[in-house]
């Protein structure tokens, strides 16, 4: 890659905009009492959060005025990776804080959630109602037995009584986890079988795509398999009764009851969140009520510059660490945004129609969702009042440039455009959004505060402007506390520290360019690696899908056992499109003149659909897997793909290749 230089930034914060941040009175008032840089901007701001880490993380408790019932003794106890400890001592709760606007009589009112559906009817759920529902559901969880450290799952859409739930759980010091209602029993119990719950919350279905899908057999198939529930509480979304033994939802939140909120430790675990489990059980992440607490007050307040008069709205499931991280926008006051429905119903515009309605200041979506749109030739910033909207940010999979020009072009030229990256495993960003820096094309604004971010090459020495593996080389709060059922911390360790002793290792990746920005390349387990040279999927994906008969692409690289190696391009055409010479042709010649000749794959082949993971990405190790000749049932977890037939074309071709 070549050095970051003078281009002209895509977008540039006004003097007004930087001065009016939240993250530029933070530096000045850390510079004041912390002794923080009051010069040289972002840059020397997050250099200090790395360099001077225990007091970077004191500060931003200090700033967001966390209650520490009990206080803390010292910011980092111990430094080491697996293992670090944060804040000893302290005690505090999640909820009491995501529920701190409340007690504002002027906010009393206002809305806390707003929830839209299908019909796109928005229904508001105020500070104080959100609040009299936790403390009524929390009573009644206390009473049905449930105390700190219990598990208590929800197989729940993106609604209002997810949040009630997860933040009554969170109260009373259980440990959440869900999943969203369109995963199959298997994949549910591939995933809560793991935690043993003890209360499952459950819908009797829901809508998407303008159809409704009943789940009552799914709810009863998790009940049998479940031997560990002591209740079931029935959401009846769907207007079914409550089946046999089963609680009612309304009953749980009638009372009026303050809520009470369990003061645990600061590494007591907060929710489980699970890794695509693509290639085994997913992985059972858990994360502590304080290190998500500080982290994202930081990364929402500081590099969202969320606050009370915002509007958050991203797009997800209660399936994806998305969901967790949207809810915590009630943590800045924040006003949060639940749609529940499908991303393209009733057509491809639905969620800036959403963005529209809400008001919504900050849109998060996934960079697949932006070219669909530029695909489709919509004009949201035409057809829709966008003027509230400040930032549209993407994850999921890196923005294209493309997506960059298209948002600029066809949204807003005066658009905050944050492109951000980071994983289930922290449940939050390594890079992205900085509301103070240009966004340049293609690039993440620059590493988050208090992340020592790096790409390394495979000896562990820094790159700059080359690409190299993501690398993390100091403790950070909402990295998990372990995994569940991982007695001696073998699998949390093997996830991510087998390569650099001591080191987070992603699987990523990046490019630190010379200006402090990011460049994202794809996973670095499914790395293309032609000639000696390293290359992230996508890079070629970006390239490929520009293309009006390019659907989506799959790229995968086989080393063979004579010694070759093997670069398939799996394409799923356009509507009306053929895979001809001619197409063959410009997809082979649109990457020799995008990226370089070695990128040209060795075969272009139509699929008939590229397979992802229930939240949306693409299994690219699986794929490899199955053409290396593995069996489908020991190459993936079949719970874990949102359409498992479309590995038979793979194996089918592995055959053939044998």
């Not at 929402?300 to 958050?312: A, I, K, N």
């Not at 997800?316 to 639940?338: H, R």
């Not at 056992?561 to 670069?567: A, T």
Request: proline share 7%; aromatic share 10%.
């Amino acid at each position: 890659m070549t050095s970051a230089a003078d281009e002209a930034p895509l977008w540039q914060p006004g003097p007004d905009r930087i001065a009016a941040a939240a993250v530029t009175r933070f530096q000045s008032w850390a510079a004041e009492h912390h002794g923080a840089p009051a010069e040289g901007g972002y840059a020397s701001l997050h250099r200090w959060s790395v360099d001077e880490l225990a007091t970077f993380w004191k500060a931003v408790a200090e700033w967001f005025d966390v209650r520490f019932s009990t206080p803390y003794e010292e910011v980092i106890g111990d430094r080491s990776m697996p293992g670090a400890t944060w804040f000893t001592g302290a005690t505090l709760n999640y909820a009491e804080h995501a529920l701190r606007a409340s007690e504002d009589p002027l906010r009393a009112d206002a809305p806390a959630l707003i929830h839209v559906d299908e019909t796109h009817t928005q229904v508001p759920t105020s500070w104080s109602e959100l609040r009299r529902q936790v403390g009524s559901l929390a009573a009644e969880l206390r009473a049905l037995g449930v105390t700190p450290g219990d598990r208590v799952s929800g197989y729940l859409p993106n609604i209002p009584q997810a949040v009630v739930a997860f933040l009554a759980t969170a109260a009373v010091g259980g440990v959440w986890t869900s999943c969203a209602p369109d995963f199959g029993a298997r994949s549910v119990l591939d995933r809560f079988q793991q935690v043993e719950p003890v209360v499952l919350f459950t819908v009797d279905g829901y809508r998407y795509g303008g159809k409704e899908h009943h789940r009552a057999d799914t709810v009863a198939e998790l009940r049998r398999e479940l031997p560990t529930l002591r209740a079931v509480v029935h959401i009846p979304l769907l207007g079914t009764e409550a089946p046999e033994g089963a609680l009612d939802w309304a009953s749980l939140v009638a009372a009026d009851t303050e809520p009470v909120f369990e003061q645990v430790a600061f590494d007591h675990p907060l929710w489980v969140l699970y890794s695509s489990g693509t290639t085994g059980l997913p992985k059972a992440i858990v994360q502590s009520q304080g290190g998500i607490v500080v982290e994202h007050l930081k990364q929402l307040g500081l590099h969202c510059d969320l606050g009370p008069e915002d509007r958050f709205f991203w797009y997800t499931s209660t399936g994806w660490m998305m969901w967790n991280f949207l809810v915590s926008g009630l943590l800045t006051g924040a006003t949060v945004v639940l749609y529940d429905g499908s991303p393209g119903y009733p057509d491809v515009s639905a969620q800036w129609r959403v963005a529209e309605q809400t008001g919504a200041t900050l849109y998060g979506t996934s960079a697949a969702y932006v070219m669909a749109c530029r695909k489709a030739g919509i004009h949201p910033g035409r057809d829709f009042d966008l003027s509230r909207v400040q930032c549209v940010a993407t994850t999921g999979s890196p923005l294209p440039p493309d997506g960059f020009r298209w948002l600029h072009d066809e949204v807003a030229d005066d658009l905050w455009i944050a492109s951000v990256s980071g994983g289930t495993d922290v449940c939050t960003c390594f890079a992205g959004a900085v509301p103070t820096l240009p966004v340049h094309i293609g690039e993440l604004q620059a590493a988050s505060l208090g992340v020592d971010l790096h790409s390394w090459d495979p000896a562990g020495e820094p790159l700059t402007d080359e690409v190299g593996e993501l690398v993390v080389t100091q403790p950070m709060p909402s990295m998990p506390v372990r995994f569940w059922n991982d007695p001696d911390g073998s699998r949390y360790h093997d996830s991510y520290f087998d390569v650099y002793p001591g080191v987070w290792r992603h699987g990523d990746w990046i490019t630190l360019t010379d200006r402090g920005s990011v460049v994202i390349h794809g996973r670095s387990d499914s790395t293309l690696n032609r000639q000696g040279v390293r290359m992230g999927s996508a890079d070629i994906y970006e390239a490929v899908e520009r293309l009006p008969e390019i659907r989506e692409s799959l790229v995968i690289g086989l080393e063979e056992p004579n010694g070759g190696y093997w670069m398939p391009l799996f394409v799923h055409l356009a509507e009306g499109a053929t895979l001809d010479d001619a197409l063959r042709d410009s997809i082979k010649r649109t990457i020799r003149e995008n990226l370089s000749p070695r990128h040209v794959p060795d075969e272009v082949i139509e699929v008939p659909g590229i397979p992802h993971t229930l939240t949306g990405k693409r299994i690219e190790v699986p794929v490899k897997r199955l053409l290396q000749g593995t069996a489908l049932e020991k190459a993936v977890n079949p719970g874990s793909i949102d359409n498992l037939e479309l590995l038979h074309f793979y194996e089918k071709l592995a055959r053939e290749r044998r």
